[in-house]
Each structure stands twice: as structure tokens, then as C-alpha cells.
């Protein structure tokens, strides 16, 4: 067999960048610079990296960026108020809530505040039945970074056998209806799927999105699939790091000295059945941040933008 083809999420998601920056620097010679709201509850470290992450990238792009950073005590009455007030401020293209919340905040009724033309994580209900029935709106942009990947590598996808594994409104659900949306012939599997090999080894292209380390093995896998990895799971085990990177020296002094590894759904011995594969770190992951950041100047351009 062929070596798989790795599908660089780095260097796609720099293409998009380059992209979205030539469009910032249009709309800003018109005079509008896009804008992105970031609100961040409390402070849950991850959370916190990802924020930074993105206000950095924003700054980067020459996308204004405003951090909202209300106290972990605060309530779904408060946030709602943030929100409207976003929602009214022309200058913001952007409303973006890190998910998650506290538990006691209402977490639906917010994001269902956010006005959709400015939901740029792609989660209020009115996107979801564009992105349903076929209508253009904002995406959500870890699927959506997907399919950008699929284009840009020229891997096709209408009538191909997609499977997806799992059924979250994040991640799952919306990456099987944009496959479908695509042409291809989707099979969506979760937790209550049974027999789940019995799908998998039919799939062309195979998309793991379960929050589960090495889940996919090789022998699920049909030969020459595309292989498609958005599991993001932190490995604090050296036996573990021993069983899915056998002798790579790279990982093991990450390992020391970090204490911890990521890896995605897919063993990483399931790659070399593919005929193209998304590692991890690198691949997916890397790609969520340049959609955003898309969606954002999309956003920017649907709302202002017209001449
Ligand atoms: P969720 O926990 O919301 O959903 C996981 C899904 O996997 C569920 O539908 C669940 O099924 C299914 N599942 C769990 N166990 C099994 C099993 N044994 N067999 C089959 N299906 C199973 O996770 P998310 O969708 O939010 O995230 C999935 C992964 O993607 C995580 O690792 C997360 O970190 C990562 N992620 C990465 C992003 C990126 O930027 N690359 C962005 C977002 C997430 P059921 O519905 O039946 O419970």
C-alpha cells in the first residue's frame, strides 16, 4: 500500500488566514474592520488558552478583538445583558461564549440571545436549520474546518460512504449534515450504535469526534480511507504514551517533560491503513481558529459589507 497523504491542518489553516487577512485589509480600506467579542466566564485554564488563542490570532489577521471576563459567579440574567449589549454594538461582527459554562448559567438560552447573524460559532437554532436545509449561514467551525481541508486537498467527497462517529451538536451532528450536504451518503454512529466495525470498515471517509484516546484501531479501518481524527484527549499515562507511540522519541521527551501527551480518536497504527490521515496535533485541531476567524470577516461582510 501507498504512504497515506497527512493532511497539514497547519498549513491549511495558514492558507485560510492568508485569505481571511487579504479580506480584512478590503473591508478595513472601506473602512470597516471586522470585530469579534470573545466572552470568557470564570477561569478554567483550557478555557483560558483557547480565549487567548483566538484575540491573538484576531490581532494578527487586523481583526478587532474585545475580551469580556465576568466572574464565575455570574448569572444567566448578567450575561444576557452582555450579550444584547453586543448585539447592539455595530462595530461587533463577531459574539463568541467559550463553551463551557458554569453549571448554574443557562447555557441555551445565551447562545439562543446571540443575534445569528453574528453567531459566529455557528450554534444558535436559526444556523442550524440553514445549515439543515442547504441555506448559506455562519458554520460551525470545527466541521466546517474539515470540509475546508477535504477541498484544499483535493479529496473528494460527493458519493463517497462517510461515517462519522459521534452525534454532538458541536461537532458530530453538524460535520454528517454538511458531508450530506455535500453528496456523500452519511452514516452517523454514537455510543449506542451497535456493531459500530461493521460501519466503520464501510467508510471512505471516516470522521472520529468521540472525546476517547485510540479509539479507531486499524482493523476498523477499510483500507485507502480518509481518516479524519477531531479527538483532542490528554494522555497522563506513560504506558499509555508507550502503547500509541511506540519508540517515538519526540513524544517521550514531550512526555517528561510535560507529564502529559495528546491523542487523538484514532490509534495512531490505524494511519497507515488510510490513504490520507489528520495527526494529531496538527491536523483538525489546527483548523478551528482559522475558521473562526473566517466566519468572523463572513460575518462582517453579510451584515456591513454591503456595497
Ligand atoms: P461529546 O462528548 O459532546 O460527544 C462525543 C460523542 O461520541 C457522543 O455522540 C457519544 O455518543 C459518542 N461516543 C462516546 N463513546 C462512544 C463509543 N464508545 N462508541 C461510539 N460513540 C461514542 O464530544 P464533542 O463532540 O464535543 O468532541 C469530541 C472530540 O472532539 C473530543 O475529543 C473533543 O476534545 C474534540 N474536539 C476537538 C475540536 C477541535 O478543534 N479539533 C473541537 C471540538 C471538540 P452519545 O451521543 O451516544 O453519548
Not at 521527551?253 to 480518536?265: E, H, N
Request: glycine share 10%.
Amino acid at each position: 500500500m501507498s504512504t497515506p497523504m497527512i493532511l497539514d491542518g497547519i498549513a491549511v489553516a495558514a492558507e485560510i488566514k492568508a485569505e481571511v487577512a487579504g479580506k480584512v485589509n478590503t473591508l478595513v480600506e472601506r473602512g470597516l474592520r471586522p470585530g469579534l467579542a470573545v466572552i470568557l466566564v470564570g477561569s478554567v485554564a483550557a478555557s483560558e488558552i483557547y480565549v487567548r488563542s483566538k484575540v491573538k490570532t484576531c490581532g494578527e489577521l487586523g481583526i478587532f478583538s474585545e475580551m469580556l471576563t465576568p466572574p464565575e459567579s455570574v448569572t444567566t440574567e448578567e450575561l444576557l445583558a452582555m450579550v444584547e449589549g453586543l448585539n447592539a454594538r455595530d462595530e461587533i461582527d463577531g459574539i463568541l461564549i467559550q463553551l463551557p459554562l458554569p453549571a448554574h448559567v443557562d447555557t441555551k438560552r445565551l447562545l439562543e440571545a446571540i443575534a445569528p447573524e453574528k453567531d459566529v460559532d455557528g450554534f444558535h437554532p436559526v444556523n442550524v436549520g440553514r445549515l439543515q436545509s442547504g441555506q448559506p449561514g455562519l458554520q460551525p467551525c470545527t466541521p466546517a474546518g474539515v470540509m475546508e481541508m477535504l477541498k484544499r486537498r483535493n479529496l473528494p467527497v460527493a458519493g463517497k460512504n462517510a461515517v462519522v462517529i459521534g452525534r454532538s451538536d458541536i461537532v458530530g451532528k453538524p460535520m454528517a449534515m454538511l458531508l450530506l450536504n455535500a453528496s456523500a451518503t452519511v452514516t452517523v454512529c454514537h455510543s449506542r450504535t451497535v456493531d459500530l466495525p461493521r460501519y466503520t470498515r464501510e467508510a471512505d471517509i471516516l470522521v472520529a469526534a468521540i472525546g476517547r484516546p485510540g479509539f479507531v484501531t486499524a482493523d476498523m479501518v477499510k483500507p485507502g480511507a480518509v481518516l479524519v481524527d477531531v479527538g483532542i484527549n490528554r494522555i497522563t499515562n506513560a504506558a499509555e504514551v508507550a502503547k500509541f507511540f511506540p519508540g517515538d522519541a519526540a513524544r517521550e521527551a514531550t512526555f517528561a517533560k510535560r507529564g502529559s501527551v495528546v491523542v487523538g480518536d484514532v490509534d495512531p497504527a490505524a494511519f497507515a491503513v488510510s490513504s490520507a490521515y489528520t495527526p494529531v496535533p496538527g491536523g483538525v485541531g489546527a483548523l478551528t481558529i482559522a475558521m473562526l476567524m473566517s466566519n468572523t470577516v463572513r460575518a462582517c461582510e453579510l451584515r456591513r459589507g454591503k456595497a
